[in-house]
């Protein structure tokens, strides 16, 4: 592909943990130009500065947004903090096709927005803009948004195999336990007391209990699976590895269901996926076997308890939760295959 017929990119963020994951996967994208890197307080910066592994590729030196020259970008792919992205979509020439890593266009009711960030959507009038994308389930819509929310790691973790299931009406939906444990990154770069070594290391804490920001995505998408509202008892754990996240989710089968039944509901819907896998029976998820990769792996077990399964799913936070899928949804925004840079296996061990 020659130079001139590349998608024209631009990461805003590029100096936080998903900014440098959706660089590493873009860099060697055939179909993809990188021709603006923000970061505002390193510009002027290389991006060696600020990451070392990503220096001698060639790539644009930092700068702040508000010197990014739009009319050479087709896309933003924005990897700000939650909070800072309504605003500069909003001042964003109307030709920009937004892939936004960020919280700010998750949730289609911006009054639920302001319940759980706190304040105010600053771009409400663009929310009707915005598709939520985990890419298996609305690819279609995808193609066609201008602006893709793509969802938080530890939804994605959970809808991928609750949905079908919801949908499918094999399990109870008001009696879903969601048991999840995220990599340290999953808390980003910036500086935290709670993320230093010391904090983090030889230990698992539970986190944002029954109130973590994430529960609003998984009841959206399942609500809407269902067909009326559903709510669901999440609990977050940070885990003192850098990245991945392993979900254990607990389901009551609806009458005559069995964990069977819902291995293979799963295996219907995503049989033909290139980064969903279901698991043989007897087989279980591990974060190891999906580090580095856009895989989601799902395992599917019967409960000792008569009536009950249990469904573990892992990922790589950084990639299928973050940066990967948002490499894949950007692949269809702009018609390209949907698996371009992102064909790596996972890395072991």
Known sequence: MSSRNKVRVAILGASGYTGAEALRLLVRHPGVELRAL?????????????????????????????????????????????????????????????????????????????????HAHLAPTLQKDAVYGITELAREAIRKARIVACPGCYPTSAILPLLPLVEAGQVEADDLVIDSKSGVTGAGRSLKETSLFSEVSEGINAYGIASHRHTSEIEQELSTAAGRP????????????????????????????????????????????????????GAAPATRHVRGSNHCLIGVFADRVKGRSIVLSAIDNLVKGASGQGVQNLNLVCGLPETTALEQAPLFP
């Open 38 to 118: 923000t970061a505002d307080r390193r510009a002027g910066e290389p991006i060696e500065a600020v990451f070392p592994h990503l220096g001698g590729l060639g790539l644009p030196e930092l700068t702040a947004i508000d010197k990014v020259k739009w009319d050479e970008i087709d896309v933003a792919f924005c990897c700000l903090p939650h909070g800072t992205t309504q605003e500069v979509v909003a001042s964003l020439p109307g030709h920009i096709k937004v892939i936004d890593i960020s919280a700010d266009f998750r949730l289609q009711d911006p009054d639920a927005y302001a319940r759980w960030y706190g």
């Open 230 to 281: 559903i709510l669901v008892n999440f609990t977050p754990h940070l885990m003192p590895m850098n990245r991945g996240i392993l979900s254990t989710i607990y389901v009551r089968n609806k009458p005559g269901v069995s964990a069977e039944d819902l291995r293979a509901t799963l295996n219907r819907r995503y049989h033909d996926e290139p980064f969903v896998r279901v698991l043989p029976q």
